[in-house]
């Protein structure tokens, strides 16, 4: 499938503010401006937000993966924390890791930027079967 510009995937990525900039089944980017409103108490980037742009991410190219007449919903999603960020821009890329039958896996990377690792993820998402 050929990468193309989606811009917000949805509405909490619209809140967000995460753009998708390029989307295929190969690979996900994504890029977020770091603002106020996504710091938690101690003024770095929530860890829910990584969270977030990890879910949207890999979430995304699995869609394209098994094909836009599917459904497909996460049924985990772990995301670590490497990096406490305070500010800047967060590029999000995401790309497949395996499928079987209906389960499929993509992993995410966020890095700052500076390009350095500040969270990582894996989403393991399951393709619905579409009704009758």
């Known amino acids: 499938m ?24 190969q690979e996900v980017l994504a890029e977020l401006e770091v603002t106020d409103k996504l710091m938690q108490a101690y003024g770095i980037v929530h ?9 949207t ?11 836009l007449d599917s459904q ?3 049924v ?13 821009r967060l590029t999000a890329r995401a790309r497949p890791v395996d499928r079987v039958d209906d389960h ?10 500076k390009d350095r690792v500040v969270a990582e993820g894996t989403v393991n998402l399951l393709r619905l079967t579409p009704p009758g």
């Open 76 to 88: 985990s999603n772990h995301t670590r924390f490497i990096r406490a960020v305070r500010g800047g």
């Open 47 to 55: 860890g829910g937000v990584y969270c977030a742009i990890t879910e």
């Open 104 to 113: 499929v896996t993509w992993q995410a990377t966020i890095t700052d930027d």
């Open 2 to 25: 050929t990468a193309e510009r989606v811009d917000y995937a949805g509405p909490l990525d619209q809140t967000l503010g995460l753009l998708v900039v390029e989307a295929s089944d």
């Open 57 to 67: 991410v890999c979430s995304m190219g699995a869609a394209l993966t098994v094909g």
């Open 72 to 74: 497909v919903v996460g």
